[in-house]
């Protein structure tokens, strides 16, 4: 990836050269957000775009490529490229390819080859983290024997700052629900279930979001083949180191048969000596080739193990932010039910109210019947009497109260409700 479309700045990693290499990235982003609107993003049509270069030994380059230049030299389809496009949202993805391994975790977009790391060029605040200390570790190991390889240290870290954005944003969710769920429990109210809604959808965002990158990192444990494949420097390494070989092996066999081709006549005992020659040969190129496929499979054992090792640290890391999500959501879901459970005794309180007053209405409703009859315009002798209506009233109310002294012992024997 040395070769570049366009311009391409030189940037020295020293704090003295910074601010300006910060100010260029800036004016990119800006005329990039002039026409496309989203910032650091160019519209579809152009077919170049920035990107960060940052080889092996903490350099860093702004480079403008387009598509198919990337797709050349790394080697990677199109539809690889599409999971580093910022206008489309795509989960969480590592895919190990034959040159590269394409990197989409949250903000950080980037292709990892064994000699550089091409990363999107943006603002956002964990790709200039990732920047920034990629360079600091490559500087700061210069000079170190390292046992993890560049694509390994380059991987590495984009887990590393992925898994400290996610907990980070778990942090403060949980500092911002927690005073409002005990708020809530406490208070029942529509101002305090709308902050409750809201943070419960922010809260099923990031456990999406947190289970995407767990479940990319179990896939990646569980299949063999694709760490295998990820291991660029190993593979590079093969390919520079198997040609020799096989150059020399093709020198010697040619080299047999120069010989065996020089004597004139062909006597049958030379054509026997050529026979054996020929299969000593063969069998020296199949043992060669045995020997270094058990290398290869040795090495690649290893280094299987040693990827795994490191992914499931990382694996450690996020299931421990899910957990504490999942925490949060039953915390949740206990809030709801013990509201739940508050809003269904108010109501039993309310329907046993009720029916003390559906009983007494009853009872009242009676009382004014016998009121309406003895008002009416009968014959009868009762009226006779100045005092006879007056102890209709005392005998129907006492009658009335008694009624309703047998409502209440019913409802106590069908425990509708203490008394």
């Given at each position: 990836?040395?070769?570049?479309?366009?311009?391409?700045?030189?940037?020295?990693?020293?704090?003295?050269?910074?601010?300006?290499?910060?100010?260029?990235?800036l004016?990119?982003?800006?005329?990039?957000?002039?026409?496309?609107?989203?910032?650091?993003?160019k519209?579809?049509?152009?077919?170049s775009?920035?990107?960060?270069?940052?080889?092996?030994?903490?350099?860093?380059?702004?480079?403008?490529?387009?598509?198919?230049?990337?797709?050349?030299?790394?080697?990677?389809?199109?539809?690889?490229?599409?999971?580093?496009?910022?206008?489309?949202?795509?989960?969480?993805?590592i895919?190990?390819?034959?040159?590269?391994?394409?990197?989409?975790?949250?903000?950080?977009?980037?292709?990892?080859?064994?000699?550089?790391?091409?990363?999107?060029?943006?603002?956002?605040?964990?790709?200039?983290?990732?920047?920034?200390?990629?360079?600091?570790?490559?500087?700061?190991?210069?000079?170190?024997?390292?046992?993890?390889?560049?694509?390994?240290?380059?991987?590495?870290?984009?887990?590393?700052?992925?898994?400290?954005?996610?907990?980070?944003?778990?942090?403060?969710?949980?500092?911002?629900?927690?005073?409002?769920?005990?708020?809530?429990?406490?208070?029942?109210?529509?101002?305090?279930?709308?902050?409750?809604?809201?943070?419960?959808?922010?809260?099923?965002?990031?456990?999406?979001?947190?289970?995407?990158?767990?479940?990319?990192?179990?896939?990646?444990?569980?299949?063999?083949?694709?760490?295998?494949?990820?291991?660029?420097?190993?593979?590079?390494?093969?390919?520079?180191?198997?040609?020799?070989?096989?150059?020399?092996?093709?020198?010697?066999?040619?080299?047999?048969?120069?010989?065996?081709?020089?004597s004139?006549?062909?006597?049958?005992?030379?054509?026997?000596?050529?026979?054996?020659?020929?299969?000593?040969?063969?069998?020296?190129?199949?043992?060669?080739?045995?020997?270094?496929?058990?290398?290869?499979?040795?090495?690649?054992?290893?280094?299987?193990?040693?990827?795994?090792?490191?992914?499931?640290?990382?694996?450690?890391?996020?299931?421990?932010?899910?957990?504490?999500?999942?925490?949060?959501?039953?915390?949740?879901?206990?809030?709801?039910?013990?509201i739940?459970?508050?809003?269904?005794?108010?109501?039993?309180?309310?329907?046993?109210?009720?029916?003390?007053?559906?009983?007494?209405?009853?009872?009242?409703?009676?009382?004014?019947?016998?009121?309406?009859?003895?008002?009416m315009?009968?014959?009868?002798?009762?009226?006779?009497?100045?005092?006879?209506?007056?102890?209709?009233?005392?005998?129907?109310?006492?009658?009335?109260a008694?009624?309703?002294?047998?409502?209440?012992?019913?409802?106590?024997?069908?425990?509708?409700?203490?008394?």
């Amino acid at each position: 990836m040395e070769e570049s479309h366009g311009h391409i700045l030189p940037f020295d990693v020293p704090e003295s050269t910074t601010s300006s290499y910060n100010n260029e990235r800036l004016n990119s982003s800006t005329q990039s957000s002039r026409v496309s609107g989203f910032p650091g993003v160019k519209k579809r049509g152009h077919s170049s775009r920035s990107w960060i270069k940052i080889d092996l030994d903490g350099n860093v380059k702004v480079l403008e490529l387009d598509k198919a230049k990337i797709m050349r030299q790394c080697s990677l389809p199109s539809r690889d490229l599409r999971l580093l496009d910022p206008l489309f949202i795509y989960p969480s993805t590592i895919l190990g390819r034959e040159k590269a391994i394409v990197v989409s975790l949250e903000q950080i977009r980037c292709i990892i080859t064994a000699e550089e790391v091409i990363l999107m060029n943006s603002l956002e605040r964990n790709v200039v983290q990732y920047e920034s200390e990629l360079c600091k570790r490559l500087q700061s190991n210069k000079d170190q024997a390292d046992d993890l390889p560049f694509e390994f240290r380059a991987l590495e870290l984009a887990l590393e700052l992925t898994c400290m954005s996610l907990d980070a944003q778990v942090k403060e969710l949980e500092m911002e629900i927690y005073p409002v769920l005990d708020e809530l429990a406490s208070s029942i109210n529509t101002l305090n279930l709308e902050r409750v809604r809201r943070l419960k959808g922010n809260l099923l965002a990031l456990t999406q979001r947190v289970q995407k990158v767990r479940d990319e990192l179990e896939h990646l444990m569980d299949d063999d083949g694709d760490m295998a494949e990820m291991y660029l420097t190993e593979k590079k390494l093969r390919s520079e180191g198997n040609t020799p070989t096989e150059l020399n092996t093709l020198s010697i066999f040619s080299g047999g048969t120069r010989v065996g081709s020089k004597s004139a006549p062909v006597s049958p005992v030379a054509s026997t000596n050529g026979a054996h020659r020929l299969q000593r040969a063969f069998s020296s190129i199949v043992t060669s080739s045995k020997q270094g496929s058990l290398i290869s499979s040795s090495d690649s054992g290893e280094n299987i193990e040693q990827l795994e090792m490191l992914l499931e640290a990382y694996f450690v890391v996020i299931d421990h932010t899910l957990s504490k999500l999942l925490s949060l959501k039953e915390y949740i879901d206990d809030t709801e039910d013990l509201i739940n459970i508050k809003l269904g005794n108010v109501q039993n309180h309310l329907i046993q109210f009720e029916l003390l007053l559906t009983a007494a209405t009853f009872v009242a409703t009676l009382f004014a019947a016998v009121a309406g009859v003895f008002g009416m315009n009968l014959a009868t002798s009762v009226f006779d009497y100045p005092s006879g209506f007056n102890w209709v009233l005392v005998i129907t109310g006492f009658g009335c109260a008694l009624l309703y002294f047998c409502f209440l012992l019913y409802f106590r024997y069908k425990k509708v409700f203490p008394l």
